[in-house]
């Protein structure tokens, strides 16, 4: 009897292991990569890890859309690195099997200088490049990758984004009377990469997700959304009072749900219905945030991980903490952005989590925070994309 294979994507920060616990015919793949080393490591159950070292420095990893490619990006040395997931599909007119082949490493995708933020929306990707302003966006129609890059540019080079939605690309532009390495504002392109009307104003703009037919930017002051049935225009949420002194500097976007969360200050998440005049609810923590993010198969709760250890389901739309559960020793705030620290990533019905300090990842379960395993890795594993794959009867 010929199987037909559901699949999901998650990419986070952290990592995976052999010999990892699955629910009965569900496959999950790992690709991680280490905080110090030129290393990708492919992991899945009763399977010898892979191991690529063909490439230069540490990568972030990030997977495309539908899962099948993966990409390292290596802003140390401005390359950006791919290969294929094994995941691909069987056209069958009115549908798409899904299955799952090897792994295989493919190398150089494109380079630029400083290549920070990588942004994957559907079947198009986006690398803003920090030392030159500019942006490389490639539609990932042609199967073996061969594209045509389309290339836009801002003012001057400066810790920017740029997100490929709906055909159109919405890239991130610098003051001009300010030397901020922060841009503060919103260009729309189109198609034919022609700009659409006047620059939105975002101050200190950092942080972006999509939602449904939605982008949202962070800005210092606010959170300016766009809606894909008219690039012209865009809607801008200040921040409540009643939250106090802080911005967001992170989001995530839900899926199901049109709705994103973010942090505010250190210690504080918000999650916006951004529908009508849109609506902030929060939630205070007693230690600061690591990471948090809305649940892919149910955005209505978010897990949230927070210094002193302990991880969080909180109900995204009320704001409440549904239950905290102590899972790691009290974490190292210190060291900047670029710190290893300990994240997770949604698989299936488990969190999997890794402490790079450590050198272990930590299988939790989503319903109770219940330990599930722990893998012990070595190293300090730091990125991690997972591809899931259910198998049922076709």
Same mark, same amino acid.
């Given at each position: 009897m010929q199987q037909k294979v559901r699949y999901a994507v998650s990419a986070a920060i952290l990592l995976a292991s052999n010999g990892l616990a699955f629910a009965q015919d569900e496959v999950w793949r790992y690709f991680v990569s280490d905080h110090e080393k030129a290393q990708i490591t492919v992991f899945e159950k009763e399977v010898e890890p892979l191991v690529w070292t063909d490439f230069a420095a540490p990568a972030?990893?990030?997977?495309?859309?539908?899962?099948?490619?993966?990409?390292?990006?290596?802003?140390?040395?401005?390359?950006?690195?791919?290969?294929?997931t094994g995941l691909s599909y069987e056209d069958h007119g009115d549908h798409q099997d899904p299955h799952m082949g090897e792994a295989q490493w493919n190398g150089l995708f494109l380079t630029g200088h400083k290549p920070t933020h990588f942004v994957v929306h559907d079947q198009s990707v986006a690398a803003f490049m920090d030392g030159t302003g500019s942006v490389q966006r490639i539609d990932l129609a042609e199967e073996d990758l061969q594209h045509q890059v389309s290339f836009a540019v801002s003012a001057r080079p400066h810790h920017g984004v740029a997100v490929p939605f709906d055909g159109h690309l919405l890239i991130s532009e610098p003051s001009k009377a300010s030397d901020s390495s922060l841009p503060d504002f919103v260009r729309v392109l189109d198609r034919e990469m022609k700009e659409i009307g006047e620059p939105h104003a975002c101050k200190g703009l950092h942080g972006e997700a999509s939602s449904g037919n939605k982008t949202a930017f962070a800005c210092v002051d606010g959170i300016l959304v766009f809606d894909a049935a008219d690039?012209?225009?865009?809607?801008?949420?200040?921040?409540?009072?009643?939250?106090?002194?802080?911005r967001t500097g992170?989001?995530?976007?839900?899926?199901?749900?049109?709705?994103?969360?973010?942090?505010?200050? *250190?210690n504080k998440m918000i999650?916006?219905?951004?529908?009508?005049?849109?609506?902030? @609810?929060?939630?205070q923590?007693?230690?600061?945030? @690591?990471?948090?993010?809305?649940?892919?198969?149910?955005?209505?709760?978010?897990?949230?991980?927070?210094?002193?250890?302990?991880?969080?389901? @909180?109900?995204?739309?009320?704001?409440?903490?549904?239950?905290?559960?102590?899972?790691?020793a009290p974490i190292d705030m210190e060291g900047g952005h670029g710190a290893a620290r300990?994240?997770?990533?949604?698989?299936?019905?488990?969190?999997?989590?890794?402490?790079?300090?450590?050198?272990?990842?930590r299988l939790i379960r989503k319903s109770d925070?219940?330990? @599930?395993?722990?893998?012990?890795?070595?190293? *300090?594993?730091?990125?991690?994309?997972?591809?899931?794959? *259910?198998?049922e009867d076709h």
């Amino acid at each position: 009897m010929q199987q037909k294979v559901r699949y999901a994507v998650s990419a986070a920060i952290l990592l995976a292991s052999n010999g990892l616990a699955f629910a009965q015919d569900e496959v999950w793949r790992y690709f991680v990569s280490d905080h110090e080393k030129a290393q990708i490591t492919v992991f899945e159950k009763e399977v010898e890890p892979l191991v690529w070292t063909d490439f230069a420095a540490p990568a972030r990893l990030y997977a495309s859309g539908d899962g099948t490619r993966l990409f390292a990006v290596q802003r140390a040395i401005g390359r950006i690195d791919f290969a294929r997931t094994g995941l691909s599909y069987e056209d069958h007119g009115d549908h798409q099997d899904p299955h799952m082949g090897e792994a295989q490493w493919n190398g150089l995708f494109l380079t630029g200088h400083k290549p920070t933020h990588f942004v994957v929306h559907d079947q198009s990707v986006a690398a803003f490049m920090d030392g030159t302003g500019s942006v490389q966006r490639i539609d990932l129609a042609e199967e073996d990758l061969q594209h045509q890059v389309s290339f836009a540019v801002s003012a001057r080079p400066h810790h920017g984004v740029a997100v490929p939605f709906d055909g159109h690309l919405l890239i991130s532009e610098p003051s001009k009377a300010s030397d901020s390495s922060l841009p503060d504002f919103v260009r729309v392109l189109d198609r034919e990469m022609k700009e659409i009307g006047e620059p939105h104003a975002c101050k200190g703009l950092h942080g972006e997700a999509s939602s449904g037919n939605k982008t949202a930017f962070a800005c210092v002051d606010g959170i300016l959304v766009f809606d894909a049935a008219d690039y012209s225009s865009s809607q801008f949420l200040s921040y409540p009072e009643e939250l106090g002194e802080g911005r967001t500097g992170r989001l995530d976007g839900g899926q199901g749900i049109q709705l994103f969360a973010g942090n505010f200050g *250190k210690n504080k998440m918000i999650f916006v219905d951004v529908e009508s005049e849109g609506h902030f @609810v929060s939630t205070q923590f007693d230690a600061g945030l @690591v990471a948090g993010y809305l649940d892919p198969e149910n955005a209505a709760q978010a897990f949230v991980l927070t210094a002193d250890g302990n991880m969080h389901i @909180v109900n995204a739309l009320s704001g409440s903490i549904v239950q905290s559960t102590s899972i790691l020793a009290p974490i190292d705030m210190e060291g900047g952005h670029g710190a290893a620290r300990p994240s997770f990533v949604f698989a299936g019905e488990n969190l999997a989590l890794v402490d790079p300090t450590q050198g272990h990842l930590r299988l939790i379960r989503k319903s109770d925070l219940a330990s @599930v395993e722990t893998i012990e890795v070595g190293g *300090k594993p730091s990125s991690i994309v997972a591809v899931g794959a *259910k198998l049922e009867d076709h």
